[in-house]
């Protein structure tokens, strides 16, 4: 599943929920991904916070670009825009066939820049400033699901 080095593409999109998604709903299409993934390979997390999306979707670059399609006409969200494409010399989320996180309002602790990070990415950023809000984003995930294992 993890191919040769330089074979990964990594692309990050951000959208916008058509409706404000329901946790039984984001379930649903948690497990739709995650069976969908599994099969062809594809690795990621999904974050969701007030009505937007923020997705990495990686694998090999055809499949990737493919399922980037899929999930675009998918009446579900809109206005997808992608933020970040690029060859990775390897996976982020090896052990993820869709990592998913959500920022509640109460009773969830945002971390220490998650809130900073998360609007960089979601504004008009240029490409350095989504690859630096894509790192905190990405080490504040692995730290949190280091932590939940077992939960
Ligand atoms: C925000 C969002 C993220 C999605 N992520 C994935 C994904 O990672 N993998 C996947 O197979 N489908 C994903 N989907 C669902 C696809 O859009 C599509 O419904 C699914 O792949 C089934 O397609 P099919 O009905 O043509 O088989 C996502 C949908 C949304 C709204």
């Avoid at 990964?8 to 649903?28: C, D, G, I, K, M």
């Avoid at 809130?115 to 790192?135: H, N, P, V, Y």
């Amino acid at each position: 599943m993890t191919g040769h080095h330089g074979d990964v593409l990594s692309l990050v999109y951000t959208s916008s929920a058509s409706q404000p998604f329901r946790e039984t709903a984001l379930e649903q299409l948690l497990e739709e991904c995650r069976e969908n993934n599994a099969e062809t390979g594809v690795t990621g997390m999904l974050l969701y916070r007030s009505g937007r999306f923020i997705q990495v979707l990686e694998g090999v670059a055809e499949t990737v670009r493919a399922l980037t399609d899929r999930i675009r006409r998918d009446p579900r969200h809109h206005d997808m825009r992608v933020l970040l494409e690029e060859r990775v010399p390897q996976r982020r989320f090896p052990d993820w066939t869709m990592g998913y996180r959500a920022l509640r309002g109460s009773g969830e602790v945002a971390p220490e820049g998650y809130r900073d990070s998360f609007s960089d990415l979601d504004a008009d950023s240029d490409e350095d400033t989504a690859r630096r809000a894509l790192a905190e984003l990405t080490l504040w995930f692995r730290v949190r699901s280091a932590a939940s294992v077992g939960a």
